[in-house]
């Protein structure tokens, strides 16, 4: 992702949900954020297509709590925030986000860009050496 020239919505903590990331984008931003998620609470989620939203939503297991929403209209704007401590849990947060399983094997469409970079994504968490 490019930043040279942008205008970016900074992250806000409960503001960077997708309705208010659309928002800014419609005023003019090129790159929004969402919220920061602690990986500890991504892992406990569901990886949900909502056909009925056209959306794509992560959901606390157990309960209707979306965690993290997005859509194919910020799919090269936004920037997901990964709190953690352990290189192997940001992994395992990253490949539910990405949309892909260790083994390659499967990919999901709408995943996020990130997929197509998991040799970098992994040495970031490598280079983290938690």
Request: proline content about 2%.
């Amino acid at each position: 992702m490019d930043y040279k020239n942008k205008l970016v919505l900074a992250p806000m903590v409960r503001v960077g949900t997708l309705p208010m990331r659309l928002l800014a984008a419609e005023y003019g931003a090129d790159i929004t954020y969402g919220e920061e998620i602690i990986d500890h609470k991504l892992i406990k989620c569901e990886r949900i297509v909502n056909d009925y939203l056209g959306t794509t939503d992560f959901i606390e297991k157990g309960t209707e709590n979306v965690v993290f929403r997005t859509c194919p209209e910020e799919k090269s704007r936004v920037v997901l925030q990964l709190g953690t401590s352990g290189a192997t849990r940001a992994l395992s947060a990253a490949q539910l986000v990405c949309g892909f399983n260790m083994d390659m094997d499967t990919y999901a469409d709408d995943g996020a860009d990130l997929r197509s970079k998991l040799r970098l994504l992994l040495g970031w968490l490598l280079r983290l050496n938690l």
